[in-house]
């Protein structure tokens, strides 16, 4: 067996293949980003959240595999890709010999990570389910002409920042928000992210925090 690291996916040839085939297909169908920009910070943040809440280095690693591998079955399909996106990450980390209890840990995030269909399962899956949902950003947005912006487009657009701050002390993670309110409101946001806010409350949960959402300095939830 052996010990695999975002390093190690990071050089795969396999996986950057599906990454790259995966923002293709997604920009095509005018989704917001989804490739190695938004893994790679899914993967810090989920790695991090675990970091922060002491867990153990390979445990936080596990989270970053998970983070980075999360979203490959977007070249597939739109639809389950987190399911079916645990089917192919079980494929690579079997093939790079990751011992099945860790494959068991990163797969069942990846399943249980979409808001449609997931559940906080676990650490790791509670870890990236945070990390995923917390990535809001204008440089997700692949749409170059504002006028045709749809809401999801809008609710990106208007972030200018998004950061996840765990306190163990507290207990708390909270995603801290900056809208640019002028190019969508803030009920905008609620009305296609408040599902994910959600799924974030119970992942919190299952971490033994309370989350909280912070918009432009105003405590939400």
Request: proline content about 1%; charged content about 25%.
């Amino acid at each position: 067996m052996s010990r695999i690291t975002i390093e190690t996916l990071r050089k795969d040839e396999e996986i950057g293949v599906y990454l790259k085939c995966s923002t293709e297909y997604l920009g095509t169908l005018g989704f917001t980003e989804h490739g190695k920009r938004h893994v790679s910070i899914v993967a810090r943040r989920a790695r991090n959240v675990l970091k922060d809440l002491d867990f153990s280095e390979r445990d936080c690693e596990l989270a970053e595999i998970a983070g980075y591998l999360h979203d490959i079955a977007n070249m597939i399909n739109r639809f389950n890709h987190g399911g079916m996106g645990a089917v192919m990450a079980y494929n690579i980390l079997s093939r790079l010999k990751m011992p099945p209890e860790e494959i068991a840990l990163v797969i069942s995030a990846i399943g249980n990570h979409e808001e449609e269909r997931g559940n906080a399962v676990n650490h790791v899956a509670s870890a990236l389910i945070l990390a995923d949902k917390s990535d809001v950003h204008r440089t997700r947005v692949t749409n170059t002409d504002f006028a045709t912006f749809e809401i999801h487009d809008r609710v990106n657009f208007a972030a200018e920042s998004a950061d996840l701050e765990v306190n163990k002390k507290d207990k708390t993670i909270k995603l801290l928000l900056s809208i640019d309110t002028k190019i969508c409101p803030v009920m905008e946001y609620f009305e296609i992210f408040l599902a994910r806010m959600m799924m974030c409350r119970r992942a919190a949960n299952f971490l033994d925090c309370r989350f909280g959402l912070v918009i432009n300095g105003n405590e939400l939830l």
